[in-house]
């Protein structure tokens, strides 16, 4: 089966920019969840979607925000960039309740 | 404060030594607990899990054990190997499951000397 997709791998913007990244998750799964991973640092938990509905969303400021298609799909938008959002952001589908997350392998996002 | 707690940072160990890392955990509620690696350049894989309704498990050369009344659980990886050199993350859902998405440790980088 394919597992979790990312697009893209690598994204360059520059700072007050907006940022849309995209993750395809894993067919069966409804769940998709956003971590930030900056540079050698842990995962922080960003957003969780599920069914299309918001089901939680971390300490971030409101221009991280995101959504998730009928399909399952999902989108992170970053707005008014910063340098400090420059990290790894990873994405992960799941069956709602059924724990065992999937990630991908991410996007790179590097802000100048 | 909610969190997960991660030690140690970094763990250098020769080729066929063991290695143990530890998480605390803050939420007595919590019932669910996997372990992460993540290797350069990758997502962070799945390698073991354990739930609350049990003490220890084991698959091949790594185990996890699971101490609720202390709130604290470990990996256990035997006859390392250089292949398992990466990042190893523990992780909880703080609270409830159906409300709260996995809170990370901070991370181990196992380095396996050949």
């Known amino acids: 089966e394919a597992g979790v997709t990312q697009s893209p791998t690598h994204l360059i913007k520059t700072r007050g920019q907006q940022a849309t990244l995209r993750c395809s998750p894993i067919s069966g799964h409804t769940s998709v969840y956003w971590y930030q991973q900056a540079l050698g640092l842990g995962l922080q938990f960003l957003l969780w979607y599920d069914e299309g509905e918001e089901r939680n969303r971390g300490n971030f400021p409101p221009r991280f925000s995101g959504r998730q298609f009928p399909n399952y799909s999902s989108e992170l938008n970053v707005n008014a960039l910063e340098l400090e959002d420059s990290a790894l952001y990873l994405c992960?589908?799941?069956?709602?309740?059924?724990?065992?997350?999937?990630f991908g392998s991410g996007t790179r996002l590097t802000v100048v | 404060g909610e969190n997960v707690e991660q030690h140690p940072s970094t763990l250098s160990v020769q080729e066929g030594d063991s290695a143990v890392i530890k998480c605390t955990y803050s939420?007595?509620?919590?019932?669910?607990f996997p372990w992460y690696k993540q290797e350069l350049g990758k997502g962070p894989q799945l390698i073991i899990d354990i739930r609350s309704n049990v003490g220890e498990k084991k698959d091949q050369r790594i185990a996890v054990t699971l101490n609720k009344t202390a709130k604290h659980f470990s990996l256990h990886i035997t006859e390392t190997q250089p292949e398992d050199s990466a990042v190893y993350f523990c992780a909880a859902v703080l609270g409830d499951t159906g409300r709260r998405a996995l809170t990370f440790g901070s991370g181990t980088r196992l380095q396996v000397q050949p």
């Open positions: 992960a589908s799941g069956r709602l309740n059924n724990y065992g997350y999937t």
């Open positions: 939420d007595s509620a919590s019932n669910y």
